[in-house]
């Protein structure tokens, strides 16, 4: 194996991931700094490229009102996590993150959106809002249905994507024989003992 086909082959399950819903990778979990310390969470990979500069930038669609949200604005420090059991491959990702709210970039995610994931960006209580009863936070008339085109509009108040410029990337393959494990930086490669 040579250190670069270890990259290719973990961040190309990445870019796949991305595109496809069953892929073990298109749920990944999500961490941030908040003022307690760590936050991890599941996330929906939306988006993995290599940009145009060199590096690479991942992303996902979140409530602007969610504490995920809060906690990667302006180049905050997160990391992502891939672990997938069929590809024996775990892929750790650091970076940091913005959010992107009401640009162009949010807005032609939005517009190419499914009226039924736009009902998530509807709900009347910001995410995380501590509640007495039970809520699937839902507007009521929409529980059993997707929102039509109008219906939707106001969601967009509450909808936001982030996206992760991606400073470090740890490949871990396992093998019979034993793990390949290697780190990457847009400049630098190094084995690493597994
Ligand atoms: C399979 C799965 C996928 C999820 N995808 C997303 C997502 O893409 N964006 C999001 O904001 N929350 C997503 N969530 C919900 C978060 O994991 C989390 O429970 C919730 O949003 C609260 O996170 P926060 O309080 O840290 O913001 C997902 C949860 C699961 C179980």
Redesign the pocket.
């Known amino acids: 194996m040579e250190l670069e086909e270890l990259l290719s082959v973990g961040w190309k399950e990445v870019v796949t991931a991305s595109k496809q819903r069953k892929h073990p990778f298109h749920?990944a979990t999500y961490a941030?700094l908040s003022a307690f310390g760590p936050?991890s969470?599941?996330?929906?990979l939306?988006h993995a490229s290599e940009l145009e500069e060199g590096g690479w930038e991942l992303g996902?669609?979140?409530?602007i009102r969610?504490?995920?949200?809060l906690q990667s604005k302006n180049d905050a420090p997160v990391t992502w996590l891939f672990y997938s059991f069929p590809h024996k491959l775990q892929v750790r990702v650091w970076g940091y993150s913005r959010v992107h709210y009401q640009n162009e970039l949010a807005e032609s995610i939005w517009n190419d959106m499914q009226l039924l994931s736009r009902r998530c960006y509807l709900a009347p209580l910001a995410?995380?809002f501590e509640v007495s009863e039970a809520t699937s936070n839902i507007p009521e008339l929409l529980r059993d249905r997707e929102p039509i085109e109008e219906e939707s509009v106001p969601g967009y108040q509450n909808f936001c994507v982030v996206r992760t410029r991606v400073s470090q990337i740890e490949v871990l393959k396992l093998e019979f024989e034993g793990a390949w494990r290697a780190k990457y930086t847009p400049d630098s490669a190094t084995w690493l003992a597994p």
């Open positions: 749920t941030t936050e969470r599941t996330v929906t939306r996902f669609n979140a409530d969610s504490p995920k949200a995410p995380s």
